[in-house]
């Protein structure tokens, strides 16, 4: 359908999406009673064409801009704030990818073609019981062995925000030759990935942020996408900062403080939510 996708300027598709929501609230209060995904809040997103927006114009998205992002993000959360929550992951990371654009060139086109028609959904396992938040600087236990060809990923991710309905799983691990981080792309169903459904919350309790666990887990070599030091979950802390800097270069913290506040529990506050989740 890819409805929003479709609209050449912001208004025009921020009344879309407001057609799209209509139902959101409904569904996620019918979930709320049996603590599961509102998966038809999901689909109706990515069926409209919203997982692509933040894509530059040359892979099929539009490229919108960070104040935009967080507008519309503001529409669904006034709606349904673990709705908001759940796409807000992948729409952070596809906005990241587009502004930094730190992929391998072929894998960027590729995967961005099957978000752009499919609605593929990508988000960061990066959270560990032992270490907590990773912008705490804790060191991963999830280990990657080079076997040469391939790589091997071994450990657990808690708090995987959306698991079940996602496609990609964007994997930070300790590479074990080395002892830097790797960001790993695994794909849903790849052998010896197992979701262990036990999320179990009072609050935010469906958005499905179940464990990861990853038992000889094999992928290509092309699989790595960065391996440095230090390197921390991809989009923790990006928006905050392209928002203080970029849209609102004069009064960056004025813009920022304003926002209403679920926003800031859905957008710019999630990883203070997953130090804690």
């Known amino acids: 359908m890819l409805s929003i996708l479709h609209k050449q300027t912001a208004e025009e598709r921020m009344q879309e999406l407001l057609l799209i929501i209509k139902p959101f609230a409904e569904v996620g209060e019918r979930h709320d009673q049996t603590q599961t995904v509102p998966v038809e809040n999901i689909k109706a997103l990515r069926k409209s064409g919203y997982t692509a927006l933040p894509l530059e114009k040359k892979v099929g998205g539009q490229h919108i801009s960070l104040s935009e992002l967080i507008s519309l993000q503001e529409a669904i959360a006034t709606a349904d704030g673990p709705t908001a929550l759940c796409i807000g ?46 912008t705490r600087g804790g060191v991963f236990t999830t280990v990657a062995k080079d076997l ?85 979950c991809p989009q923790h802390g990006f928006c905050i900062y392209q928002l203080a800097t970029l849209e609102s270069p004069n009064q960056p913290c004025k813009r920022l403080y304003n926002l209403p506040i679920h926003i800031h529990q859905t957008v710019l506050l999630e990883p203070f939510h997953s130090f804690h989740k």
Request: glycine residues 10%; hydrophobic residues 35%; aromatic residues 8%.
């Open 89 to 134: 992951w992948h729409m952070g990371t596809m906005y990241q990818l587009a502004t930094e654009k730190n992929w391998p060139a072929t894998t960027y086109e590729r995967i961005a073609k099957e978000v752009v028609e499919n609605g593929s959904l990508l988000n960061t396992a990066a959270t560990e019981k032992s270490t907590g938040s990773p």
């Open 148 to 232: 040469g060809s391939r790589w091997l990923l071994n450990g657990t991710k808690t708090f995987t925000t959306l698991a079940e309905e996602l496609d990609y799983f964007l994997l930070l691990a300790t590479v074990e030759e080395s002892s830097q981080t790797g960001l790993f792309l695994v794909p849903k169903g790849t052998a010896g990935v197992d979701i262990e459904k036990n999320w179990d919350m009072m609050s935010m309790g469906t958005t499905g942020s179940h464990d990861l666990h990853l038992k000889d887990v094999s992928i290509p070599k092309e699989g790595l996408f960065e391996c440095k030091q230090g390197l921390a």
